[in-house]
């Protein structure tokens, strides 16, 4: 069996549900089939019961902290990995959007830090509605080219300054999140990778609700009020990519 990817894109949630609407209408779906993370790390039966395409494809795919919905077509296999837990497996005939519509309908609470050198941004969406909000600038040093003593003290100098941007942020983020620490269902992070690899080492709060952190990082410019204005977009978009599967 041979597969090769033809997209892979984003798509809000407006253009994800407009996109299965006209694939619906110009083509026909075989199966719908809806898997959980837990189910694709496991051994759950579902990818075998799918039939042999489906399962070639969730294992080219590989795992999602969120599971997948695949839909079987004529020649391809459609694959969508929503922002959210798949909450159970499925295999249903035809195309079935209701599980897919559940898991946007319900609105989860998120927590969102977004963070890079020099500013922060933290906030609590329920569904697309920002709940509570803080943003911050923070002075951090470029690196320095000289070499010496010279440059000894100014990477310590500056080390110290992101360690101030760090704990400045975790405690804003135990501020904002704390009093709404059982109601938040997911945490998203925002910026540049190192940098949040680095932040969450020394966050001992996030720590507290690592398994609440999702794995995907959003894309974000600069950490500021208007980013989490509009934040709801990236944190509820969806991969969608397509497979052709030769038999």
């Known amino acids: 069996m041979e597969i090769s990817q033809t997209k892979d894109i984003r798509l809000s949630r407006s253009a994800l ?3 299965l609407s006209a694939r619906e209408d110009d083509s026909w779906t075989e199966r719908t089939v809806y ?3 837990e189910s694709l790390q496991g051994k759950s039966a ?5 039939g042999p395409a489906i399962e070639a494809v969730i294992k080219h795919v590989g795992t999602s902290d969120t599971g997948l ?9 459609e694959v969508v990995e929503p922002p959210v837990p798949v909450p159970m497996d499925a295999i249903l005939e035809d195309q079935d959007l209701l599980l897919l519509e559940d898991i946007f309908d319900d609105a989860p609470t998120v927590g969102v830090i977004l963070l890079r050198l020099g500013r922060f941004a933290v906030g609590v969406l329920e569904g697309e509605t920002l709940l509570a909000t803080k943003t911050e600038g923070r002075y951090v040093k470029n690196r320095h ?3 010496g003593s010279s440059q000894r003290r100014f990477e310590r100098s500056r080390e110290r300054l992101v360690r101030e941007l760090y704990d400045k942020t975790c405690e804003v983020a135990r501020d904002i999140f704390e009093p709404r620490q059982s109601s938040i269902n997911h945490v ?3 910026g540049e990778r190192h940098i949040l690899n680095g932040f969450r080492k020394r966050c001992g709060f996030l720590k507290m609700m690592d398994e609440r952190i999702m794995k995907r990082i959003l894309e974000v410019g600069e950490p500021n009020q208007s980013a989490l204005e509009s934040i709801h977009k990236e944190v ?3 991969r969608l990519r397509t497979f052709r599967v030769s038999i």
Do not use: D, Q
């Open 17 to 19: 549900f407009g996109h």
């Open 35 to 37: 898997i959980t993370s």
């Open 46 to 50: 579902t990818p075998v019961l799918s």
């Open 69 to 77: 919905v695949l839909f079987r077509r004529e020649e391809e296999v």
């Open 145 to 147: 080219k000289a070499g």
């Open 188 to 190: 998203f992070l925002g």
């Open 236 to 238: 509820f978009s969806s």
